[in-house]
């Protein structure tokens, strides 16, 4: 009986080192702020609809459950948010998830006044986060970029 436990508990090991080893060779998935839309706000907070598109550059699919971001605007922390959002990103696919951020009024200020002195064309990002409920925990992810702002390029120096 002992010896058939240590064959299973073997088989079982190599099977779940096998996963892991897959897991670890994975490309890192790639995600990109593509929209934002205005949300309903409680006192002096700003709600946004954050769209963000998830590309696995991957063999295999990828399940997940949750998601968590984190957007800081010009070297400073802006908003954050969170979304039980459930799904499968499919193999060398993509996929639209919307996560809910949530501005603070002392963010909002910062980046006004920094908004002000600055050059208005474009708004440096870093989009840091995870997405929960892969085979073996979180997979976290960053992105970086540039928004421009419509209108901003062409409107003329003062």
């Known amino acids: 009986?002992?010896?058939?436990?240590?064959?299973?508990?073997?088989?079982?090991?190599?099977?779940?080192?096998?996963?892991?080893?897959?897991?670890?060779?994975?490309?890192?998935?790639?995600?990109?702020?593509?929209?934002?839309?205005?949300?309903?706000?409680?006192?002096m907070e700003l709600r946004f609809a954050a769209k963000l598109r998830v590309q696995n550059?991957?063999?295999?699919?990828?399940?997940?459950?949750?998601?968590?971001?984190?957007?800081?605007?010009?070297?400073?922390?802006?908003?954050?948010?969170?979304?039980?959002?459930?799904?499968?990103?499919?193999?060398?696919?993509?996929?639209?998830?919307?996560v809910p951020v949530t501005v603070s009024a002392f963010a909002m200020v910062r980046q006004a006044i920094g908004f002000a002195s600055g050059d208005r064309s474009k708004i440096d990002y870093v989009l840091r986060g995870k997405v929960g409920g892969s085979t073996f925990g979180s997979v976290r992810f960053e992105s970086r970029g540039e928004l421009e702002l419509p209108g901003a390029a062409a409107a003329p120096p003062q």
């Open 57 to 98: 550059p991957n063999e295999a699919p990828i399940d997940y459950d949750g998601i968590a971001i984190d957007l800081e605007v010009r070297g400073n922390a802006f908003a954050s948010g969170v979304s039980d959002a459930r799904g499968t990103i499919p193999r060398y696919g993509e996929t639209v998830v919307t």
């Open 1 to 43: 009986m002992a010896g058939r436990l240590r064959s299973w508990c073997a088989i079982a090991l190599t099977l779940v080192l096998a996963s892991a080893c897959a897991t670890f060779g994975a490309d890192p998935i790639r995600v990109q702020v593509v929209g934002l839309e205005p949300l309903q706000g409680q006192g």
